[in-house]
């Protein structure tokens, strides 16, 4: 019987030492759905800068254009269209062979005042400067009227670098034909009269017709 007791008592005991359960956790509250990001944004677009109204006048030089000269030599102009404010065309002639003679590069922009300006470089066709044209030659647009434009060199004879030149005039033909006239300042030339030669002052007209290759 004190056996029973002891039992139940040591038993008794136990449950009121033994720990008791944890309770139970608490219930977390469900985390809120995280923010959608922000939509990118995109940039704005860029409308590229208009073309300068001073250059419209110009837009017949645009195209390519190429001519074979008696002697065999092959001439070509390239210009891009105007772009903002410029314009930008190169010049090849080559040999009979098919070795370069020489290479032109020519911008045409438009100042800060206006006024219409071309500049060009001229280098040999090992693309070595040419020692007498070192520095660019600057003309500007006299006039651009019906398909005919005419650049004279710039009033500061020192900064044209421009020798005797007194003019140059593109003009269109027809789609496909491009004309171009280089025209001195007038210089001494010979002109045969017969046995005897004298010597007479006038300009010097170099005239070239080009087609729009294909």
């Known amino acids: 019987m004190f056996d029973f007791m002891l039992t139940t008592i040591a038993a008794a005991a136990l449950s009121l030492n033994a720990p008791a359960d944890p309770p ?30 001073e250059l419209a006048p110009l837009a017949f030089i645009a195209g390519h254009w190429v001519t074979e000269l008696p002697n ?11 772009r903002g404010k410029s314009m930008l065309g190169s010049f090849r002639q080559t040999r009979p062979d098919g070795t370069p003679a020489f290479f032109e590069f020519t911008q ?17 066709g090992n693309f070595e400067a040419d020692p007498r044209r070192k520095e660019a030659m600057n003309l500007r647009l006299s006039s651009a009227k019906d398909n005919v434009a005419v650049f004279v060199p710039v009033d500061d004879a ?17 789609a496909d034909t491009l004309a171009m006239r280089i025209e001195s300042k007038p210089v001494k030339q010979g002109e045969g009269d017969g046995a005897l030669t004298k010597a007479v002052t006038k300009p010097v007209v170099i005239d070239m017709t080009l087609k729009r290759a294909k």
């Open 24 to 53: 139970a956790p608490a219930a977390t509250p469900a985390a809120a759905p995280a923010a959608a990001p922000a939509p990118a944004t995109k940039p704005a677009a860029r409308t590229p800068a208009p073309t300068a109204a």
């Open 72 to 82: 065999g030599m092959v001439s070509e102009e390239l210009w891009m269209p105007a």
């Open 108 to 124: 045409v922009v438009v100042g800060a005042n206006g006024d219409v300006l071309l500049r060009q470089m001229h280098v040999h």
């Open 158 to 174: 020192a900064k044209a670098n421009a020798g005797d030149l007194a003019s140059v005039t593109y003009s269109l033909k027809d």
